[in-house]
């Protein structure tokens, strides 16, 4: 089945900073990427998705883009604010309904 | 915006008791999961339901664990026989259909003593 690695497991950045995340799947059917963002406590809120006919995904201060070939893709965070401060979590899915599988989250500290 | 929604926020039960984990999801959605975190670890999938049986499920959805949607709007988790070791969050999720988002509910901390 899927597996997806993620790194790092944790991340600081000074404020106004760029973080970048990564993460690689094993499971070439997949086709699916959503970034979750989880509070402490909180629900996994989707905050960027990409599908595997596009390259590269835009949204304000976040990106994410996708290498097919090597089976990684990675969250891009621009100009890092303190409320950004979160566990991320990338995950991968096979067409259709099946479940989303996830990797292990990365802890982004931004400090002030 | 239309959320999923879960109750109880957090359950305390002894080892060996029954629980039931209660969730609705959005009103249109099709598509329903169960996923659970462990403190500090990943989100890991549970179990699938569409069409009112299960789709798929994973190798921690043994025979102790149950779900049902007795209604329109609820959909729920059962765990009859509780372990010091299912103790986590839970997490009830939802999407509309093929290839959409999936929402998830706030969760249920489970702590079982």
């Known amino acids: 089945g899927e597996n997806v690695e993620q790194h790092p497991s944790t991340l600081s950045v000074q404020e106004g900073d760029s973080a970048v995340i990564k993460c690689t799947y094993s499971d070439s059917a997949s086709n699916y990427f959503p970034w979750y963002k989880q509070e402490l406590g909180k629900r996994p809120q989707l905050i960027i998705d990409i599908r595997s006919n596009v390259g590269e995904k835009k949204d304000q201060r976040i990106a994410v883009t996708l290498n097919k070939t090597a089976k990684h893709f990675s969250l891009h965070i621009t100009e890092t604010q303190p409320e950004d401060s979160a566990v991320y979590f990338c995950a991968a899915r096979v067409a259709g309904n099946t479940p989303l599988v996830f990797g292990k989250g990365t802890r982004l500290s931004v400090i002030a | 915006e239309p959320e999923v929604t879960q109750t109880p926020s957090h359950q305390v039960t002894q080892m060996g008791q029954e629980v039931i984990l209660r969730c609705v999801p959005i009103s249109n959605h099709l598509y329903f999961y169960w996923y659970r975190q462990i403190l500090g670890q990943k989100v890991e999938f549970l179990v699938s339901?569409?069409?009112?049986?299960?789709?798929?499920k994973s190798e921690i959805f043994d025979d102790q664990f149950s779900v049902e949607r007795p209604d329109g709007s609820n959909f729920t988790l059962k765990i009859r026989s509780t372990k010091l070791e299912d103790s986590a969050m839970y997490f009830c999720a939802s999407n509309a259909g093929v290839g959409y988002e999936q929402y998830f509910g706030p969760g249920t901390r489970l702590t079982v003593t």
């Open positions: 339901f569409y069409n009112n049986e299960i789709s798929e």
